[in-house]
């Protein structure tokens, strides 16, 4: 079973570039998130996806975007890559309300 | 808001030694509570769960965590710990009913030989 894959794993940018994270689950899940993680903060929500054609946003959304392209896949943009959105990059999905969020293993996102 | 709080952002124990981490979360109603690990490089796991019933949850890889609503807290144990154990565990709070999660700073576990 893949789960939730995420691409890149590793991607480096300059400042001002832009780029799109890609998320897809395989679970038939209705949920799907994006958070980032940064040391000693744990793991912020950027956006997420309650079901398929809504978004909204999470705790740390300014800087982003988001598409959930359909149930499947949910993708997240950085327009204008800052050296503040250097981070690991998780996606998450969920079947519903009352489970438990799964897990991509990351991407790993340095702006320079 | 809801909120959780890991006191301890590093622990070292010793291999066998018993293991106990903290979690203490605030929220208004009954949350859902769960524990995440992670290896380094990896993704989240998920060690155990809490939506009801009984307060004591038994997890994989040996886990077990308490329930204790008049503390406000969900404090994950181990018996005896292996040196596969080390890595960062997460304690996450969702409210009942909706669907993001609150996740706590982690508490990174460091296991000496």
């Known amino acids: 079973n893949a789960g939730v894959t995420q691409t890149p794993k590793f991607q480096v940018l300059k400042t001002g570039q832009s780029m799109t994270l890609q998320c897809a689950q395989d679970m038939n899940h209705n949920s799907m998130y994006w958070y980032r993680q940064d040391p000693g903060m744990g793991l912020r929500l950027i956006y997420y996806?309650?079901?398929?054609?809504?978004?909204d946003k999470g705790e740390v959304p300014n800087g982003y975007n988001v598409s959930r392209l359909n149930k499947r896949e949910f993708s997240l943009r950085l327009e204008s890559a800052a050296p503040s959105q250097t981070s690991v990059y998780f996606c998450?999905?969920?079947?519903?309300?009352?489970?438990?969020?799964?897990f991509g293993q990351g991407t790993r996102l340095t702006v320079v | 808001a809801q909120s959780v709080t890991q006191p301890d952002i590093h622990i070292t124990v010793s291999e066998g030694a018993s293991l106990e981490l903290r979690c203490n979360y605030s929220?208004?109603?009954?949350?859902?509570l769960f524990w995440y690990v992670q290896s380094p490089g990896q993704g989240l796991q998920l060690l155990l769960k809490?939506?009801?019933?009984?307060?004591l949850v038994q997890g994989i890889k040996g886990f077990e965590a308490e329930f204790k609503r008049s503390q406000s807290s969900f404090n994950l144990r181990k018996p005896s710990v292996h040196w596969s154990d080390a890595a960062e565990y997460f304690c996450?709070?969702?409210?009942?009913?909706?669907?993001?999660?609150?996740f706590g700073q982690g508490t990174r576990l460091t296991i000496n030989p």
């Open positions: 996450a709070v969702g409210p009942g009913g909706a669907q993001k999660l609150v």
């Open positions: 996806s309650a079901s398929e054609g809504t978004t």
């Open positions: 809490y939506f009801s019933g009984d307060t």
């Open positions: 998450a999905s969920k079947r519903g309300e009352n489970t438990e969020a799964f």
């Open positions: 929220y208004g109603a009954t949350p859902y």
